[in-house]
Antibody, heavy 123, light 113 residues
Framework: QVQLVQSGAEVKKPGASVKVSCKAS????????MHWVRQAPGQRLEWMGW????????KYSQKFQGRVTITRDASANTAYMELSSLRSEDTAVYYC????????????????WGQGTPVTVSS | DIVMTQSPDSLAVSLGERATISCKSS????????????LAWYQQKPGQPPKLLIY???TRESGVPDRFSGSGSGTDFTLTISSLQAEDVAVYYC?????????FGPGTKVDIK
């Protein structure tokens, strides 16, 4: 069955970077887009960006442009999200989520989610 | 960016009764080329990631009970739980996937009365 298992909780100082991993099982990561979504305490879910299944091209929310990098390692069947220049407002739970694979539009819909990785930014 | 709003912020419904959640988008998410609404609904229980319930505004994801239904078009959408069960206590989010950034509503918390 499809599973996405994320790396553990992180505590970072302002200005640092964090890299969260998302290991997929039950399917091949190069066959489905992967999204990254975050949820700050008491806030709504926020889409950060995605990596395209076939091309490895990425698309980021303008809000995070220049600070976020989404990559993948096909040999490890793992996706990564790195966020730099961290500030306190980046304290959140970060999720990876698979895009449905059935058509060019449904890749935008997230059908399986990782368990979430809490990231705390504090001096 | 498309702004998503939901109402109410929270509601309490008796077991077996109907729960209705409204979602509005700041611009239409209906794509004329395929006549589909790019709107999904997710359920999130405490300490868990979101779970996909509905996409294309009204298509239930596989395995989702048929007491969950979605309706609406353009900018106005509704999620209905026809007969609330104890396991439906959660926060429900709508999300548009018409254009990036894909934006979510603020969520509606559903509780048992």
């Amino acid at each position: 069955q499809v599973q996405l298992v994320q790396s553990g909780a992180e505590v970072k100082k302002p200005g640092a970077s964090v890299k969260v991993s998302c290991k997929a099982s039950g399917y091949t990561i190069t066959s489905y887009n992967m999204h990254w979504v975050r949820q700050a305490p008491g806030q709504r879910l926020e889409w950060m960006g995605w990596i395209n299944a076939g091309s490895s091209n990425t698309k980021y929310s303008q809000k995070f442009q220049g600070r976020v990098t989404i990559t993948r390692d096909a040999s490890a069947n793992t996706a990564y999200m790195e966020l730099s220049s961290l500030r306190s407002e980046d304290t959140a739970v970060y999720y990876c989520a698979r895009g449905m694979g059935s058509d060019q539009w449904l890749v935008r819909v997230k059908d399986y989610w990782g368990q979430g990785t809490p990231v705390t930014v504090s001096s | 960016d498309i702004v998503m709003t939901q109402s109410p912020d929270s509601l309490a419904v008796s077991l077996g009764e109907r729960a209705t959640i409204s979602c509005k988008s700041s611009q239409s998410v209906l794509y004329s080329s395929n006549n589909k609404n790019f709107l999904a609904w997710y359920q999130q229980k405490p300490g868990q990631p979101p779970k996909l319930l509905i996409y294309w505004a009204s298509t239930r994801e596989s395995g989702v009970p048929d007491r969950f239904s979605g309706s609406g078009s353009g900018t106005d959408f509704t999620l209905t739980i026809s007969s609330l069960q104890a396991e439906d206590v959660a926060v429900y989010y709508c999300q548009q996937y018409f254009t990036t950034p894909f934006t979510f509503g603020p969520g509606t918390k559903v509780d048992i009365k």
